[in-house]
């Protein structure tokens, strides 16, 4: 399937009596995928690269535990498939995972407009993360959420450098209070290099 023409279609899903006797099987086949496209940034700031088939598993996943039937779909598929690359960008889930509630809150209140400061440095060149626009994640009290959704465009040249394990690539972040570099693995950037196809 082109790069751009990536997008589930209801046709893609099975029903949830037969996702349910292949999904131990298909979380399993997914966990080397999902090591890959995982990368800690920091302490507490952990992306997830999305791909079609990230993508696909978390939408059969909400239809299974939500129980919606076929009137839940089109709003799992407008949900997910925005987060699916398209050939020219990556596409990541951002988590701060801090177990302890307190620090968790203490942190997050620090870390108002941090969405707006994430960062492939690819090369010589930035390439800014881009906020999914569905809703604000820094609250007016500049408290910012723990779950953000994130776009990388990338030109033609920035991707070949990024395909380049020469060159360097890296993901950064440059909030005053979350200052972190973190250097891409070249197995996480042949990974990642496959959203280009």
């Given amino acids: 399937m082109p790069a751009q023409a990536r997008r589930i279609d209801p046709a893609d899903l099975l029903p949830d009596a037969q996702f349910s006797q292949v999904r131990k099987e298909r979380r399993a086949a997914l966990l080397p995928l999902k090591r890959l496209r995982r990368v800690s940034l920091g302490p507490d700031c952990t992306f997830h690269f999305e791909t079609y088939e990230t993508m696909l598993f978390q939408v059969q996943e909400m239809l299974l535990i939500e129980k919606g039937g076929a009137q839940q779909v089109p709003d799992e598929l407008a949900a997910y498939n925005p987060l699916i690359p398209q050939g020219s960008e990556l596409v990541a889930t951002v988590l701060f995972e801090i177990d302890d509630p307190v620090r968790r809150a203490a942190t997050l209140a620090r870390l108002g407009g941090v969405e707006d400061r994430f960062?492939?440095?690819?090369?010589?060149?930035?390439?800014?993360?881009?906020?999914?626009?569905?809703?604000?994640?820094?609250r007016e009290d500049g408290k910012t959420s723990s779950v953000h959704f994130l776009k990388f465009a990338l030109t033609p040249a920035q991707k070949a450098v990024f395909a380049d394990p020469g060159a360097s690539a890296m993901l950064g972040c440059d909030h005053p209070s979350y200052g972190h570099l973190a250097i891409l693995s070249a197995e996480t950037r042949a990974e990642l290099a496959k959203d280009f196809n």
Avoid at 127 to 138: C, Y
């Fill in 119 to 138: 960062f492939l440095q690819i090369g010589g060149e930035k390439a800014a993360g881009v906020p999914e626009g569905d809703i604000e994640r820094t």
